[in-house]
């Protein structure tokens, strides 16, 4: 979740050490209150309240435990319970990639990339990949998330300018044209049977439509 709202790899690396990771002190604090409450059984010390007094106002305090609080309750019981993950509402995590590339760099795999851990994180996906034409060939642009296993070649596949949408319930394969030009496929892989259908199809459709301008007009040269 905290990847679709642009948060960086390095800081969610950096939660793993608080004190040494460069985030800002109100930042600090908040996530130092945010392990007391989760770690400690919710006892917070005079000491961390005075720094958090610092950056915050009293009602600003109240909402960050009441987040807190309500995160945690949520994760006790999804764990108690064994219960899969919500997953972001395919309009909603459309609209998301329609404006990561809005503001997307000029590079296409960057923002490809961007692409990928949106739509990996958003829908759970086992991976996603995204391929671009190259010539008469398709070559990897992004990818993330582990090797689907029936993969023979990672970095490049055939040209098929025929190519259609096809899905199985734990795979899902879709074009990009960009007119009638076929200029990259977008690739999705599952671990679970039956964990692709028909909402899948449509969202990464969408997102191909989205992604054929860029791939369009951006294709490497042959």
């Given at each position: 979740m905290a990847k679709q709202f642009g948060v960086s790899d390095?800081?969610?690396?950096?939660?793993?050490n608080i004190d040494t990771f460069p985030f800002p002190p109100d930042e600090k604090a908040a996530l130092r209150f945010a392990d007391a409450m989760t770690?400690?059984?919710g006892r917070v010390d005079d000491g961390l309240f005075d720094e958090l007094r610092r950056h915050f106002s009293e009602p600003q305090i109240i909402e960050i435990a009441s987040?807190?609080?309500?995160?945690?309750?949520?994760?006790?019981?999804?764990?108690?319970?064994?219960?899969?993950?919500?997953?972001?509402?395919?309009?909603v995590l459309a609209l998301r990639i329609a404006e990561a590339?809005?503001?997307?760099?000029?590079?296409?795999?960057?923002?490809?990339?961007?692409v990928v851990e949106l739509l990996r994180q958003g829908r759970r996906y086992g991976s996603v990949g995204v391929l671009a034409r190259k010539g008469d060939r398709l070559v990897r642009?992004?990818?993330r998330g582990a090797e689907p296993p029936a993969a023979k070649d990672a970095t490049s596949a055939t040209l098929d300018p025929d190519a259609v949408t096809r899905m199985g319930d734990r795979e899902l394969?879709?074009?990009v044209h960009f007119g009638a030009?076929?200029?990259?496929?977008?690739?999705?892989?599952?671990?679970?049977?039956?964990?692709?259908?028909?909402e899948d199809r449509i969202l990464v459709e969408r997102v191909a439509g989205l992604l054929a301008p860029l791939l369009g007009a951006r294709r490497p040269p042959g």
């Open positions: 390095q800081a969610l690396q950096g939660l793993n770690r400690e059984a987040v807190i609080g309500t995160f945690n309750y949520f994760n006790r019981v999804n764990n108690a319970l064994a219960m899969d993950i919500t997953l972001t509402d395919p309009e590339l809005a503001t997307a760099p000029p590079d296409p795999a960057a923002a490809c990339d961007r642009l992004a990818h394969t879709v074009p030009e076929l200029v990259g496929v977008i690739e999705i892989h599952n671990d679970r049977p039956g964990s692709i259908d028909e």
